[in-house]
């Protein structure tokens, strides 16, 4: 392999990792609001019907 290809297999690599991760977190933080949410709801329907 040349030295430019390998840096730029390397870069890219890096940056794909980079990514995949931000996108997880996005995901995961994304499902945690929308569980407190629901529970948010959940707690508010239980206390209104006490």
């Known amino acids: 392999m ?9 870069i890219g690599l890096v940056f794909g990792l980079a990514l995949g991760l931000a996108l997880w977190q996005l995901v995961a933080l994304k499902r ?19």
């Open 2 to 10: 040349s030295d430019p290809f390998f840096a730029a297999l390397d």
């Open 32 to 50: 945690g609001i929308r569980r407190d949410r629901e529970a948010a709801a959940r707690a508010k329907a239980e206390a209104g019907d006490s």
